[in-house]
């Protein structure tokens, strides 16, 4: 196990690698002098390659890229252009709260999978599964933001049971927190729940196929204890790798999420930082991003080969 | 001696293959073909379906409720929501069409290198694909939007640069797939080159996969491009797009949720259409697929 763990963080480096080189050649491409984005217009020509130099701007690509690179290794992903503030304590402090969206709206998305896919698998093609499956493609397709203006105006506005936006760390207020995030969780989770439904479904019927599946009704056990003991164990390995790679798609949610309610997290950081063009920020998020998925799918890939030892073995 | 009649080909009974018979024989799926003519109709008709020029502000009608004279209301500047939905439509359409023909392109010619050739290439190409793949959809969207400017063009561009790795991923696995097979091995032992190979033999066998890929990626990139514009990044006013109606609607939820209703279903409706399509062309190719 570790010699594999190993094999598949050496052959993963490389990725990781290419990663952050379109992170920074992203921003490299931006048209524009970022000096004289940081100074102005009347800026002087001294000033500008002052800035230039103590920026690094004038040293050879490549080079640019090192320091970028092992700076942000040392967490060190520089200036806000905004607000001059470490762009590494911004995103130290944003991300928490995304994380904490983020798991909410995970538990309520597998609150709603689990039993969706393994009624749809089980009581395959009756109307109880083709109604769940419309609903699962309606959740896939159902626009995040306007699933969130939907709550927001039955909720908050019609029913006015829940404010519709605001914030309140959980160190603060911890009921207030959790009341705060429903929404945003539930607008999250819902199309994350729907793809999981559909994978759990999928995965859970081919399981129920199987021949074990066909001896183990042979010896008489009862349904349910056929499903729970032994086919729902083999399908949720494969559910459970799809639910750890989702991390990225709701990374992209949050974005979306945290305009709407105004949840001031990683994504708004993103947002705030593309309308003031804040180059440094954009960096920083989008390589924390990356770096954040690399890792859980990396993490996901090596507890599919724990537990799933054929893996391991090609 | 008995005699078999047979019938005259003339006569015989042509059958639609059976792929499309078993599409057209799931109902999801057939609805999804014609929620797509009805939005492709309104796209392509606009001019004639909608009763107003979008950008036609009628002054006395401000966030007016949906009545005969404007059928899905008017928002806050006083623009008649139905004609915006309807040339939202094209906007829309065209984002998602255009960005994944680019995507299915320039994805599919880089899986099929990857997957053809083999060796060294194969690993160089395939890490670059893992790279963006692991960069989140919309972070990378969103990311490269700002790189580009707001704008519709960039908004493909941008929409074509995410949605290309899976195009490489899948078409490398159907190409490596497909390599060995008997009838790989016997046109090239009858002196079959490359080229032929590819067109003739590979494409055909491939292009299920790439079709329903294509039809669920077309579904993404309408929820990507309505989320571009919903954020501000995409196409920038005046010109209608689903994803900035529902953005502007969001301050006027309280007297006029109709500016949010209409759009919203709309990129709803157009999305579950090529996602019921996407999923019935999965089943009707695929004969391995459990049939419900």
Redesign the interface.
């Given at each position: 196990m570790a010699v594999f763990a190993l094999r598949r963080l050496l052959s993963a480096i490389p990725t990781l690698l290419i990663v952050t080189l379109i992170v920074f050649a992203m921003v490299k491409l931006l048209p524009g002098d970022p000096a004289r984005l940081i100074l102005g217009q009347e800026a002087t020509p001294q000033a500008l390659s002052e800035l230039r130099r103590s920026l690094g701007l004038d040293r050879p690509l490549p080079q640019q890229y090192l320091s970028w690179l092992t700076s942000a290794a040392r967490l060190d992903f520089g200036t806000s252009l905004t607000d001059h503030s470490s762009v590494g304590r911004l995103i130290a402090q944003k991300l928490p709260v995304t994380l904490e969206l983020s798991l909410f709206a995970m538990l309520i998305s597998l609150l709603i999978s689990l039993p969706a896919g393994m009624i749809s698998a089980v009581r395959r093609s009756t109307w109880v599964d083709r109604l769940l499956t419309l609903l699962a493609l309606s959740g896939i397709s159902l626009p995040n933001f306007f699933l969130g203006i939907l709550l927001i105006y039955l909720f908050s506005i019609r029913l006015a049971w829940i404010p519709a936006s605001g914030y309140t760390s959980l160190m603060e207020n911890p009921g207030r927190n959790l009341l705060l995030l429903l929404l945003p969780a539930v607008t999250l989770g819902v199309g994350s729940a729907a793809v999981l439904t559909r994978y759990l479904r999928s995965s859970l019927s081919e399981t129920l196929n199987q021949d074990y599946v066909r001896t183990a009704h042979a010896k008489g056990l009862a349904a349910r204890q056929v499903i729970s003991k032994h086919a729902l164990k083999n399908a949720l390995i494969p559910f459970l790798t799809a639910f750890g790679l989702q991390l990225g798609g709701l990374l992209g949610g949050a974005v979306i999420t945290e305009q709407i309610f105004s949840i001031p997290g990683f994504g708004r950081l993103l947002v705030d930082a593309v309308f003031t063009r804040d180059l440094p920020v954009i960096q920083g998020v989008v390589l924390v991003s990356a770096v954040a998925v690399f890792l859980v799918s990396f993490l996901v890939d090596l507890g599919y080969a724990a537990v799933d030892p054929r893996i391991r073995y090609h | 001696m008995t005699t078999t009649l047979s019938k005259p080909p003339s006569a015989a009974k042509r059958r639609l293959p059976a792929p499309v018979r078993r599409f057209l024989g799931n109902k999801?799926a057939v609805i999804g073909i014609v929620v797509l003519v009805i939005f492709a109709g309104a796209a392509l008709l606009a001019r004639q379906v909608a009763p107003f020029d979008p950008a036609q502000i009628f002054f006395a009608d401000l966030r007016a409720a949906p009545s005969a004279a404007h059928f899905f209301g008017a928002d806050e500047l006083g623009r008649d929501i139905f004609s915006r939905v309807v040339y939202g439509a094209r906007v829309s359409l065209s984002a998602g069409l255009i960005s994944v023909t680019l995507a299915l392109v320039f994805g599919g010619s880089i899986g099929l290198i990857a997957g053809y050739i083999g060796g060294w290439l194969d690993d160089v190409l395939m890490?670059?694909v893992?790279?963006?793949l692991?960069?989140?959809?919309?972070?990378?969207a969103?990311?490269?939007?700002?790189?580009l400017g707001p704008s519709l063009q960039n908004t493909m561009i941008a929409i074509a640069i995410v949605t290309a790795p899976a195009f490489a991923r899948i078409t490398r696995g159907e190409v490596l797939s497909q390599r060995e097979r008997d009838y790989v091995q016997a046109a090239q032992a009858l002196g079959a080159g490359d080229g032929r190979l590819i067109v003739r033999h590979l494409l055909p066998n491939i292009s299920g996969a790439l079709i329903v890929q294509t039809s669920l990626a077309i579904?993404n990139a309408i929820?990507a491009e309505?989320?571009l514009s919903?954020?501000?990044?995409g196409i920038q006013p005046p010109t209608p797009s689903w994803?900035s109606m529902?953005n502007a609607?969001?301050g006027y939820?309280?007297d006029a949720?109709w500016m949010?209703v209409f759009p919203?279903l709309a990129?709803?409706l157009a999305?579950?259409a090529f996602?019921?399509i996407g999923?019935g062309l999965r089943e009707a190719l695929d004969p391995r697929s459990?049939k419900?």
């Open positions: - | 999801l890490r670059f893992d790279a963006l692991s960069l989140p959809f919309l972070v990378l969103i990311a490269l939007a700002a790189i579904a929820l309505a989320s919903f954020l501000g990044l994803g529902l609607a969001r939820l309280t949720p949010a919203g990129i709803f999305v579950l996602n019921l999923d459990h419900s």
